[in-house]
């Protein structure tokens, strides 16, 4: 089942800080968020696991609910190259991820 | 290295004809994807592989058949093509080994079936 993203685009000025919201109806395993830029591949965040593991790249920090099947995404300070379409990715149990419609936010200088 | 490869960039094609997408990876990743998005929307999965010779199928798989005959080909083939099946088509790959890693993804496949 697809998980729900909120909200479903945000526009911000440099500096300022964002919250993007990922919820499923159905237990989670793990949590997956990715950036795309327009015309671009997705490339990855950062991944929360049960337990409060968390595999990631960039200085993004995130929080994974995982009885009530949530995750956050905290963009603070936001720069313009944060810019693009995030999508979180939860892992149901299968191997797959299953991906929500997509947050786009949009940072004006 | 070149990471995820996909080969062609644009295609059209007209209402049913055939086509393959080519995807190549050279991380040596066992686990292997492919998704469509549409416009504005998010990925759905299409198939995936865990392994050579293992395929499964995702949340969309009709109209389209895998195979996985080495770690490093995941070619997706398009039967009688539809124009429903116009999309933006993404390959990724992961090595995943009991714990899940990141996928990195392929700059993508442009398809408009009319």
């Known amino acids: 089942q697809q998980p729900v993203q909120s909200p479903q685009a945000v526009i911000l000025r440099e500096g300022e800080d964002a919250v993007i919201n990922c919820s499923s109806s159905?237990?989670?395993?793990?949590v997956h968020w990715y950036r795309q830029k327009h015309g671009e591949a997705p490339v990855f965040l950062m991944i929360?696991?049960?337990?409060?593991e968390q595999k990631g790249h960039e200085k993004i920090s995130a929080s994974f609910n995982e009885k009530k099947q949530q995750s956050s995404l905290y963009l603070t300070a936001s720069q313009l190259s944060y810019s693009g379409t995030y999508f979180c990715g939860t892992d149901q149990g299968a191997q797959k991820l299953v991906f929500g419609q997509g947050t786009r936010l949009t940072i004006n200088p | 290295n070149a990471g995820v490869t996909q080969t062609p960039k644009f295609r059209i094609l007209k209402i049913g004809q055939s086509m393959t997408l080519q995807c190549t990876q050279d991380m040596n990743h066992n686990y292997m994807y492919w998704y469509r998005q549409d416009p504005g929307m998010g990925l759905k999965l299409i198939y995936y592989s865990v392994g050579a010779g293992i395929t499964d199928k995702g949340e969309v798989p009709n109209g389209y058949n895998v195979s996985r005959s080495t770690t490093e080909d995941f070619p997706l083939r398009l039967e009688l093509a539809a124009p429903s099946q116009t999309s933006v088509y993404f390959c990724?790959?992961?090595?995943?080994?009991?714990?899940?890693?990141?996928?990195?993804f392929g700059p993508g496949t442009r398809l408009t079936v009319l």
């Open positions: 990724a790959s992961s090595g995943y080994s009991g714990a899940w890693n990141e996928q990195f």
């Open positions: 929360l696991l049960k337990g409060g």
């Open positions: 159905k237990a989670l395993y793990s």
